[in-house]
């Protein structure tokens, strides 16, 4: 297991990347990993993935890794600009969903006004910040 708060994540992660040929990442950690990346792959930009932390990382990293950066939207991907493909996609999750790897580890509730809060909470070993809905708190 590669959790980000060890000692070792650092050095764990780069050769990890390297030994399973990573060539795309998605940008929850970009800061922290970015420079440890194999060359040439592509980060992939979500937006919300990295939550309110801002994403820094030197541009010496781009340049001597041949990182690219790339935007990433659910709305142009081909399962949802296909509706067979969407309705296919979400039969097979179907079947999915009540796998336990799937499971949804519930923390600490938030109210909506406290969206900020609910973005920058962070706990050991992952449960997920919960919204809640008007009148639900």
């Not at 309705?87 to 109210?111: C, N, S, V, W």
């Amino acid at each position: 297991m590669l959790l980000t708060s060890d000692d070792d994540f650092h050095t764990k992660f780069e050769q990890l990347a390297e030994e399973l040929k990573t060539t795309a990442v998605f940008d929850g950690l970009i800061t922290r990993i970015a420079p440890r990346l194999p060359r040439n792959s592509t980060i992939w930009f979500y937006g919300f993935l990295a939550g309110a932390t801002p994403v820094s990382v030197p541009s010496v990293a781009f340049m001597v890794k041949n990182l690219t950066m790339k935007a990433f939207s659910n709305f142009n991907s081909a399962p949802v600009r296909d509706t067979a493909k969407l309705r296919e996609a979400f039969e097979y999750l179907q079947t999915q969903i009540a796998d336990p790897l799937f499971r949804t580890k519930a923390g600490k509730t938030f109210r909506l006004d406290q969206i900020r809060e609910a973005m920058a909470y962070e706990t050991r070993p992952g449960a997920k910040a919960v919204l809640l809905a008007k009148g639900q708190m």
